[in-house]
């Protein structure tokens, strides 16, 4: 019988990177809700909010095309007594979401006091972002397939071996911003490679910090003798 073929060797290892960037524009969403017993009065109230919401962001030069109302709903929202046992009134609620992307950052305070000022009720969310994205990732990628080499590289030396060329290489599905705070306890592994950035305080209440864009690869390697 013919000898069979020796099967390959290999190691298989994954690699991570995180680059901290700052920021240089901020998605926010704003919601507006309005109640009344008329339906009519409550579209009207919550129309004119909106109305002053977009007129204020033009106001600070944010542009058109950024600015979108982008949610509605209606309901019925009635008024019961303490006790919960009694209704008071029936009325109408309206909701309105309003999407805004702000490229100056420092314009970020006063738009968020500008449009509680004039009637949104929350400000849903605010997400921090940068324009170069497919730069920092295509950097962040880079650095996870070093690190990745350089631990097959770490654990084939101490076996006596040596790393040949790769089988296979996948990339894990990552979220690429997640949210970097300074003074955070800065805790990784060993084939986890990190560049830092610097942050950016925005004028008032909001601070801005960093956010970091991630990548995670894994490779499988194939092992020969020294």
């Given at each position: 019988?013919?000898?069979?073929?020796?099967?390959?060797?290999?190691?298989s290892?994954?690699?991570?990177?995180?680059?901290?960037?700052?920021?240089d524009?901020?998605?926010?969403?704003?919601?507006?809700?309005?109640?009344?017993?008329?339906?009519?009065?409550?579209?009207?109230?919550?129309?004119?909010?909106?109305?002053?919401?977009?007129?204020?962001?033009?106001?600070?030069?944010?542009?058109?095309?950024?600015?979108?109302?982008?949610?509605?709903?209606?309901?019925?929202?009635?008024?019961?007594?303490?006790?919960?046992?009694?209704?008071?009134?029936?009325?109408?609620?309206?909701?309105?979401?309003?999407?805004?992307?702000?490229?100056?950052?420092?314009?970020?305070?006063?738009?968020?006091?500008?449009?509680?000022?004039?009637?949104?009720?929350?400000?849903?969310?605010?997400?921090?972002?940068?324009?170069?994205?497919?730069?920092?990732?295509?950097?962040?990628r880079?650095?996870?397939?070093?690190?990745?080499?350089?631990?097959?590289?770490?654990?084939?030396?101490?076996?006596g071996?040596?790393?040949?060329?790769?089988?296979?290489?996948?990339?894990?599905?990552?979220?690429?911003?997640?949210?970097?705070?300074?003074g955070?306890?800065?805790?990784r592994?060993?084939?986890?490679?990190?560049s830092?950035?610097?942050?950016?305080d925005?004028?008032?209440?909001?601070?801005?910090?960093?956010?970091?864009?991630?990548?995670?690869?894994?490779?499988?390697?194939?092992l020969q003798?020294?």
């Open positions: 019988m013919a000898q069979s073929k020796e099967q390959s060797r290999t190691i290892v994954s690699g991570e990177a995180e680059i901290k960037v700052v920021p524009e901020a998605l926010i969403h704003l919601g507006v809700e309005t109640r009344s017993k008329s339906l009519d009065a409550a579209r009207s109230e919550n129309d004119k909010r909106v109305s002053d919401v977009i007129a204020a962001a033009k106001s600070l030069g944010i542009d058109a095309k950024l600015i979108q109302t982008d949610y509605l709903s209606v309901y019925p929202s009635d008024e019961w007594e303490d006790d919960g046992r009694k209704k008071k009134s029936e009325l109408y609620a309206m909701n309105k979401s309003i999407t805004i992307i702000v490229k100056d950052l420092k314009k970020l305070e006063e738009l968020v006091t500008t449009t509680l000022k004039l009637g949104v009720n929350r400000v849903q969310d605010i997400q921090f972002r940068t324009s170069e994205l497919r730069k920092f990732r295509d950097q962040a880079v650095m996870a397939v070093r690190a990745a080499k350089e631990k097959a590289e770490l654990m084939a030396k101490e076996l071996q040596t790393v040949g060329r790769p089988d296979t290489i996948s990339e894990e599905d990552y979220s690429y911003y997640a949210p970097y705070y300074r955070r306890a800065d805790m592994t060993q084939n986890v490679m990190s830092d950035g610097s942050g950016l925005v004028d008032g209440s909001i601070a801005v910090g960093q956010i970091a864009v991630k990548a995670k690869v894994h490779i499988v390697f194939q003798d020294k």
